[in-house]
C-alpha cells in the first residue's frame, strides 16, 4: 500500500515561512511516484477539508488555491518520491491540518475524489 508521511508543520509567526515535505513510500511498478499527480489540502478547524495546491506528475503543471496564490508553491523531487509546499507570508487564516494526497491521474487536479491516498497530515499554526 502507498503511504504518505508529512513533515515539516510548526508554529511560526505572521509573515513568516515554512516548507512542508511528503514523502512517499509502498510505491509499485504499477503505481510510482512519477506516475501520479500529488495535492496538498487542508482542513482548519470546524470546517472542511479544502485544495490548496496541485502538481502534475513531472512537474510542469501547478494550480493553487486562490489564497494560495503569490504565497505558496508546490514542487516535487521524483528521484526522492517527495513533494513539498513551500509556504512564504503565512497568515493566521492559514492555520490547519496539512495533507499530503497521491492521485488516481497523472494530471494536476483540484478535486478531492481524484486522489486516491492520504497522509496523516502535519499541523500549522500561524499566530498574529
Known amino acids: 500500500q502507498v503511504q504518505l508521511v508529512e513533515s515539516g508543520g510548526g508554529l511560526v509567526q505572521a509573515g513568516g515561512s515554512l516548507r512542508l515535505s511528503c514523502v512517499a513510500s509502498g510505491l509499485t511498478f504499477g503505481r510510482t511516484f512519477m506516475s501520479a499527480a500529488m495535492g496538498w489540502f487542508r482542513r482548519a478547524p470546524g470546517k472542511e477539508r479544502e485544495f490548496v495546491a496541485t502538481?502534475?506528475?513531472?512537474?510542469?503543471?501547478?494550480r493553487y488555491t486562490d489564497s494560495g496564490k503569490g504565497r505558496f508553491t508546490i514542487s516535487r523531487d521524483n528521484a526522492k518520491n517527495t513533494v513539498y509546499l513551500q509556504m512564504n507570508s503565512l497568515k493566521p487564516e492559514d492555520t490547519a491540518v496539512y495533507y499530503c494526497?497521491?492521485?488516481?491521474?497523472?494530471?494536476?487536479?483540484?478535486?478531492?475524489?481524484?486522489?486516491?491516498?492520504w497522509g496523516q497530515g502535519t499541523q500549522v499554526t500561524v499566530s498574529s
Open positions: 502538481i502534475s506528475q513531472y512537474g510542469g503543471n501547478t
Open positions: 494526497a497521491m492521485a488516481s491521474t497523472g494530471q494536476s487536479t483540484g478535486i478531492l475524489g481524484e486522489y486516491a491516498s
